[in-house]
């Protein structure tokens, strides 16, 4: 449980913090809204987030899938795992595990395990699922519904599958929710009349049917940078009635 860095009363809905996760309660803050006591940092609202990493998989690597986008996917994934992972906030890796003994994802399959660098660490938490959505199946919902998650950030693959069905779902479930879309990738797809989609297209696409109406897509490092804004007051916006 968290509390006040000053009066050290737990921490309220009101909270604020900074870059190196100095936290005050509500009341704390009244005076020094801007600029951290502790160590000089800009000082933004205290939200509860959790980043959902969806089929961070080997099954992905196989040839079977064709040309893909993003070649640079993975790096940007580590890059905000590893900053949800020094703010110690709730990392979630979504695996998809197939009931299909033949399939590629299935559990005695090579493509089960995670891609290399990805394996979780202690407390970070596992989810599997059988299906497209991370929300089926998984009590994903509860869980972040438990912790007092509302923002929910959303990396992975793939673009047109399950990252665009998870924040689909989730922004429906009514969570805030950001699609980063450098650290998420497609693969060509075949049209219903047999045409070859490129996976650029597929990818910008997808990502354009979610922003403005499920989520907010932005690039990892701008999603970073607005974490913890200057003074100017820029800050991560979500157009999210």
């Known amino acids: ?5 000053a009066c050290e009363k737990k921490i309220d809905e009101g909270a604020y913090h900074c870059s190196h996760d100095c936290t005050f309660c509500s009341e704390c803050t009244e005076g020094f809204k801007s600029v951290c006591p ?10 509860k987030r959790a980043l959902l990493l969806i089929d961070v998989q080997q099954a992905f690597l196989h040839p079977k899938w064709g040309p893909r986008n993003n ?17 110690g906030w709730e990392v979630i890796h979504i695996r998809h595990r197939s009931l299909h003994p033949e399939s ?22 596992v989810l599997e699922k059988d299906v497209n959505s991370a929300f089926i199946g998984t009590g994903l919902e509860e ?3 438990h ?35 450098d650290a998420t990738a497609a693969f060509d797809l075949f049209g219903p009349d047999g045409r070859i989609l490129d996976a650029d297209l597929i990818h910008d696409v997808s990502l354009a049917t979610l922003h403005g109406e499920f989520a907010t897509v ?7 940078k ?16």
Not at 218 to 224: A, E, N, R
């Open 147 to 181: 912790l007092g998650i509302t923002e929910v950030v959303i990396a992975g693959l793939t673009t047109p599958h399950c990252i665009s069905t998870s924040a689909r779902m989730s922004g429906n479930l009514g969570f805030t929710t950001f699609v980063l879309s």
């Open 104 to 125: 590629i994802f299935h559990p005695l399959k090579e493509g089960f395990r995670f891609k290399e660098g990805f394996d979780p660490i202690p407390g970070e938490t």
């Open 226 to 241: 607005a974490l913890f804004p200057d003074n100017s007051g820029a800050s991560l916006q979500c157009p999210l009635p």
């Open 38 to 47: 502790n160590c000089g940092g800009t000082m933004v609202p205290k939200v």
């Open 1 to 5: 449980m968290e509390h006040c860095l």
């Open 143 to 145: 869980h972040l519904s």
């Open 218 to 224: 932005l690039k990892t490092d701008d999603y970073i």
């Open 71 to 87: 070649p640079h996917a993975e790096e940007e994934m580590l890059l905000v795992l590893n900053e949800f992972r020094r703010f």
